[in-house]
């Protein structure tokens, strides 16, 4: 089959690059592994999420909320937009389309994708002129080789095949990371009667959802030194000094530390108070586990019957686009520093890879429409 753009990926960017190409008629299709686009909010993600980030921030484009839509929406409200975003720009994506391989053809000037077809069980090719990533930055979970762990005797999970504390009532279970995953399933967890204890390791700033919405709106107009210093004395004012509970905060602002490490700042979704009063453990780095037994760096020993990694997560792009090169570093993740990590050399981009969550998908599938646009006439 033979088509001017191949997306890999039917998420949030892959939806919205082939919106954009859409309104442009320029041909396209979407290969998605899964049997439904949106996989990471309908089948990788816990049952209590919401979105961090306001309304304002989480839109596609040139599609916005309606205005009953809630400032932060339950993550169902976000599979309704995404179901509207469809079927508004009619975008049909090829489903159980797993890709395995793309490699650009010098002689042809194209890119030669192979899909394995789930349903047929057969591998086919697809041609076309632009190729266009969008397996997204948390296509894999992250799980970190810990001495040990080959040795515990309890289950091990990660955090995108968490959906609720449920079946863990009454069990000790370890949470290693204190990201916004990390954190809003040890709240969960206790919620649901397990006992969690939180590995923290670095320090990390931990804001409410309404600092982070008005940090970004006060981005817009203000420098971003000066709205990092608001937020960092909203967040002491309100959290107050959380280090005798082993959470200490970076020297720099939670805006910088987002853009310069890709490292979100944590929304208390309520676990900090549950820290307080006891109900959540937070525990210093691991150095070994042995059968039940995790013992950390302050010398105390735990025993835990799961273990929950919300270690983060990894591109898994450089499995299957063999000529990586031309866009991408060996973790699957853009060469180009941002604003200029979307386009690549030989007629690829990638959608969705900013570190920036929906906002920056938004620009990246705007930017890629208009530069395909554009290469298209100054061929005509
Ligand atoms: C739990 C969680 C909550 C989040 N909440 C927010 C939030 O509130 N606000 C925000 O701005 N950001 C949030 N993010 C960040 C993230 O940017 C968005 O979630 C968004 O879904 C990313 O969209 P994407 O299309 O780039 O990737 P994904 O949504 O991961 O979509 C990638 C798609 O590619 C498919 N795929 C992968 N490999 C292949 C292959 N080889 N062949 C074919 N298809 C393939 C996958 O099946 C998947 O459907 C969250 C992330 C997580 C993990
Ligand atoms: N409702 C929402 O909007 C939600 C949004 N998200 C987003 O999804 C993305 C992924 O979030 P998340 O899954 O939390 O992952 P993150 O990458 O944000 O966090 C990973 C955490 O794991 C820790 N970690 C990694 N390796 C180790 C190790 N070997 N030992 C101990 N700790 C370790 C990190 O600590 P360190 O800092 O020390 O490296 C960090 O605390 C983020 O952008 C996040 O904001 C996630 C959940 C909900
Ligand atoms: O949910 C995430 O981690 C995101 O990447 C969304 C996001 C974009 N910009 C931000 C600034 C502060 C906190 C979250 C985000």
């Known amino acids: 089959m033979e088509v001017v753009v191949v997306i890999v990926g039917a998420g949030p ?31 990788r993600s816990y049952d209590r999420l919401n979105l961090h980030l306001g309304k304002h921030f989480c839109q596609l484009p040139s599609l916005p909320h309606s205005s009953t839509t809630p400032t932060f929406m339950p993550k169902h ?35 030669v994708v192979q899909a394995k077809n789930g349903l047929a069980g057969e591998t086919e090719t697809y041609i076309s002129e632009f ?11 992250y799980i970190p080789k810990l001495p040990g762990l080959d040795r515990f005797s309890g289950e ?27 954190m ?24 409410t959802k309404h600092m982070v919405y008005m ?3 006060l981005s817009k107009y203000l420098p971003a030194t000066f709205v990092d210093h608001l937020i960092m004395l909203l967040e002491k004012l309100h959290f107050g000094d959380l280090s005798k509970y082993g959470i200490r905060r970076p020297t720099r602002g939670p805006f910088f530390v987002k853009n310069v490490t890709g490292r979100s700042p944590t929304i208390d979704v309520g676990t900090i108070s549950k820290i307080r009063k006891g109900e959540i453990k937070v525990v210093p780095n691991i150095v070994t586990i042995e059968g ?3 013992a950390f760096e302050n010398g105390i020993h735990g025993q835990f019957d799961v273990i929950v990694f919300a270690t ?3 591109s898994t792009a450089r499995y299957w686009l063999k000529d990586y090169q031309f866009i991408l570093d060996d973790d699957g993740m853009p060469q180009n520093k941002w604003p200029n990590h979307w386009k690549g050399s030989t007629a690829i981009y990638c959608a969705g890879f900013s570190g920036k969550g929906l906002p920056g998908i938004a620009q990246d599938a705007v930017a890629i429409a208009n530069d395909i646009e554009k290469v298209l006439g100054n061929k005509e």
């Open 13 to 43: 960017s892959g939806l919205a690059t082939s919106a954009c190409l859409n309104q442009k008629s320029i041909s396209n299709i979407i290969l998605e592994k899964e049997d439904c686009y949106g996989s990471l909010w309908r089948k």
């Open 184 to 207: 809003e399933i040890s709240y969960d967890l206790s919620n649901f009667g397990a006992f969690p204890s939180v590995v923290v390791r670095n320090p990390f700033h931990v804001l």
């Open 215 to 217: 940090g970004m709106f």
């Open 131 to 141: 190729l266009v990533i969008a397996t997204g930055e948390n296509s894999e979970g």
């Open 156 to 182: 091990v999970i990660h955090s995108s095949e968490y959906k609720s504390g449920r079946k863990y009532q009454g069990m000790n279970v370890m949470v290693v990371g204190c990201g916004n995953s990390g």
């Open 77 to 111: 409200a976000f599979i309704e937009y995404l179901d509207a975003y469809v079927s508004h720009y009619n975008i049909n994506p090829l489903y159980y389309r797993c890709v395995q391989s793309a490699l650009y053809d010098d002689t042809l000037r194209k890119w």
């Open 312 to 314: 983060g997560y990894k």
């Open 292 to 294: 039940k037994t995790v």
